[in-house]
């Protein structure tokens, strides 16, 4: 969702702002805009609709706008068109204070109202106007300075916002101020800069400090303060970013996504590093010991999207091995209903980002309830992964690209940790089967690389089919889930439209979808349910549909069947949606390829859903 990016230090602010925002851009936006302060208080705010480029158009790349104190935004549409007026940022009506806002001020309208009365105008449709006009009444009613005013418009407005603020009399100063959007603050060498993802400011720094939900901040180039929304200073440690800056570039691939794909076996291996010790699985570092593991008596997985997926894989991996019974939850449908829920149950929350609104809402909820949470987290120091009882990082590194691959891969890779760890603890598996299940795992690298080294095949497969109409994806069991994350990978950046199916399903309606070419992708890596996924093609087959069957070496008889077969390395069976995914994956991509478009950056779509 929205970016934002601050700086203040002794260098032209303009130039690090929009290099910063261009780094943001993978969160999805359709304006953009900066404001710049120079020494003496005076502001340009320069907005433009669209790509940041048209906003580097007008600036002469930031070269046009003097000032070492700045601010930037990029914005996605929440309320009010995507268009300059509503793009960030905003000004008081004689531009004392300008903000930059991400998240949704829910009682704006109320708030807009009252101004009115008392004389404010409104330029834009946006919440955000609403929040820096109140800033600039408060400021003025009670002469109390920043922070003062900022925290009495945080008691005064409902809903959730990162902002950023720029006061007339308070030149080379930011004020920052955050509940339930994220934002970092960064500071080195007399310079300070604030962004929503650490990839904005990777290159300046590595020293990041987090604002904690209903803290303030003020960044000037002799460093950064934090206070409470009482306005008390309070102290902050700064965590290291271990990240290199390279991993948040495209070092030569054509789009982050292709990039990340090829990151897999990396991201997968730094994360089975993480927890396997001399050929054994460690949990202390997630703070799970053996008694906490026997007294489970249900899991219950939330999250959203890709992650939900994972959720989905997960479920059948963990109750087949440990025999705990698992529940599967969208967050966003979780939330809002009043689950039953035990004592010893244990919730793991699956995000990329840990930023995920309805994903941290749905923790929330149940930490309230006093149940233990565990989060499957990417982003360290992320809203989700400070709150869970029980953080296991998932060492994907940046995650740029809209669409989830590495983060997804390494996400699967912790749920089957846990799923064995588990397993063994409570007995349901004896040395034997733990010790080659982990060697299995650690097998997994290697054998991604192969399919990745073998890609020239789908991509010629892809361009074939990049201008269907509808594709169908079908499986049961495990294959049904990797069926649900192909699909979804499809959809989201090539637009075509594309659903997962329960193969036992079709028959009770799907099925008089299928028209004369329409391709469906058949996915067959159990051997129990080979011969029933079988007849299902076979069926569709006959409706005039296309084949494509994704299944593991050895059941070469699939070929009397399909049209088009992807082999993927013989692996145990639970875990098969390590390696069958990534076929499907570069099919997407090369699809959106094919069809001209930028898999990076698909449309309506935001990288971090910071709003429910
Ligand atoms: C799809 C995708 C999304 C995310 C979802 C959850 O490719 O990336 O579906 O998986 O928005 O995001 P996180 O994992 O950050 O909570």
């Known amino acids: 969702m929205c970016g934002i990016v601050g700086f203040t230090g002794t260098r032209q602010a303009a130039p690090i702002l929009l290099e910063g925002l261009s780094k943001l851009e993978y969160r999805g936006y359709d304006s953009a805009g900066i404001a710049v302060r120079d020494g003496d208080g005076r502001t340009e705010v320069v907005k433009a609709k669209g790509r940041l480029k048209a906003l580097e158009e007008k600036t002469d790349c930031g070269l046009a706008m003097k000032g070492c104190c700045g601010i930037g935004h990029t914005r996605w549409a929440t309320h009010g068109e995507p268009s300059e007026a509503n793009a960030h940022p905003h000004i008081s009506d004689d531009m004392d204070v300008v903000a930059v806002h991400n998240g949704i001020i829910e009682n704006f309208r109320e708030i807009k109202e ?51 603020v720029m006061f007339k009399d308070h030149p080379g100063e930011i004020y920052a101020a955050r509940k339930d959007s994220p934002m970092i603050i960064g500071v080195e060498n007399g310079e300070a800069y604030l962004a929503s993802d650490v990839p904005a400011i990777l290159k300046h720094t590595r020293n990041v400090y987090y604002i904690g939900n209903l803290e303030l901040a003020k960044l000037s180039p002799e460093g950064v303060e934090f206070y409470n929304i009482d306005g008390d200073i309070i102290e902050k440690e700064p965590t290291e970013i271990k990240w290199d800056a390279e991993s948040a570039e495209k070092g030569g691939y054509a789009h982050f996504m292709i990039k990340e794909i090829h990151e897999q076996p990396k991201a ?33 997985i939330v999250a959203c999207g890709s992650s939900y997926h994972v959720g989905i894989s997960a479920q059948y991996v963990i109750e087949d091995l440990a025999r705990i019974p698992v529940r599967v939850e969208l967050a966003s449908e979780f939330r809002y209903r009043d689950p039953i829920l035990k004592k010893d149950d244990m919730v793991i929350f699956i995000s990329q980002s840990g930023e995920t609104a309805d994903t941290l809402e749905a923790l929330r909820d149940v930490k309230r309830r006093g149940i233990r949470t565990l989060a499957i987290v990417n982003v360290v120091g992320s809203s989700i992964a400070r709150e869970a009882d029980n953080v296991f990082y998932t060492l994907a590194g940046p995650e740029i690209a809209v669409a989830t691959t590495k983060a997804y891969s390494t996400q699967l890779i912790v749920c089957y940790l846990l799923a064995v760890q588990f397993a063994k603890v409570r007995g349901e598996i004896d040395e034997e089967r733990y010790v080659s299940l982990i060697s299995e795992l650690m097998s997994l690298p290697a054998k991604m690389q192969r399919l990745l080294d073998d890609k020239e095949r789908i ?39 594309s659903e997962a199916y329960a193969a036992g399903e079709l028959k009770h309606g799907t099925i008089s979808l299928i028209e004369d070419g329409t391709l469906v992708v058949g996915v067959l890596t159990q051997n129990d349910l080979f011969e029933k996924i079988i007849s299902n093609m076979v069926e569709v087959k006959s409706r005039g549909a296309y084949l494509m069957g994704l299944t593991t070496y050895g059941h070469y008889n699939i070929e009397d069947t399909v049209d088009f077969t992807v082999y993927t390395p013989q692996t145990d069976e639970h875990f098969t949606p390590s390696l069958a995914i990534i076929p499907l994956q570069l099919m997407a991509y090369y699809v959106s390829l094919a069809k001209g478009l930028d898999a990076d950056k698909p449309r309506n779509l935001a990288k971090s859903v910071t709003v429910e």
């Open 114 to 164: 009252k101004l009115s009365k008392k004389g404010y105008t409104f330029y834009s449709q946006t919440d955000t106007e609403a929040v820096v006009k109140l800033i600039d009444y408060y400021y003025k009613k009670y002469n109390s300075g920043p922070v003062d005013a900022i925290s009495k418009a945080m008691v005064r407005v409902r809903g959730s916002y990162a902002l950023a």
């Open 268 to 300: 997968v291996s730094d994360t089975l590093a993480s927890a396997v010790k001399d050929g054994r699985i460690d949990l202390s570092a997630v703070g799970l010991s053996d008694e906490d593991i026997e007294g489970i008596g249900q899991i219950i």
């Open 459 to 497: 991509q010629w497969f892809a361009s074939k089919f990049s201008n269907s109409k509808d594709i169908f994806f079908i499986g049961r069991g495990i294959d049904y889930a990797i069926c649900m994350e192909g699909s979804l990978k499809l959809k989201e950046i090539s637009y075509i439209h």
